[in-house]
């Protein structure tokens, strides 16, 4: 699964703070990677530079330069969870169906064959961005083999 950042804040050091699409707030040390990438190092070594990073269009990667990125996903599964905040319904399915389409290792553009939506639509649902209907999202989790519910909390 690629978990998709919404902001990222660069705290002490070289130590990030990244909001994802399912709410959770996320604080990362970059220090940990130096061994592996020794090219990170220039983050310490450069706060500047640390500090204009940015995400990339599709919220997958932290950005410093073209040879200084990092991948979203990572810093989700490793990184210390720290907070919470609350995602909008579109958000919350956008993330439900990338989850489930990745865990069907179902590609977009499988999908929009299947289920005969555009992918660049099932993208914007993805990405917490679209605003689809009730129908398309039945119809979207249908072409997976699922069904979708909705409980009132």
Do not use: C
Not at 58 to 73: C, P, Q
Not at 96 to 117: C, P
Not at 145 to 153: A, C, K
């Amino acid at each position: 699964m690629h978990y998709m950042a919404l902001k990222v804040d660069f705290l002490e050091d070289v130590t990030l703070q990244v909001t994802f699409q399912d709410g959770k707030i996320i604080k990362y040390d970059m220090s940990q990677m130096f061994k592996k990438y020794p090219q990170l190092e220039e983050l310490r070594k450069n706060r500047r530079l640390f500090e204009n990073g940015h995400l990339d269009l599709t919220g997958f990667a932290i950005v410093w330069n073209d040879e200084l990125d990092f991948d979203a996903t990572s810093i989700y599964d490793d990184g210390e969870v720290v907070g919470h905040i609350e995602t909008t319904i579109n958000q919350q399915i956008g993330f439900l169906l990338a989850k489930t389409r990745d865990e069907m290792n179902v590609t977009q553009t499988e999908l929009s064959r299947k289920s005969h939506i555009d992918q660049g639509d099932i993208s914007k649902i993805e990405r917490g961005i679209g605003n689809p209907t009730i129908g398309k999202i039945s119809k979207l989790f249908k072409a997976l083999g699922r069904s979708i519910s909705l409980t009132l909390l």
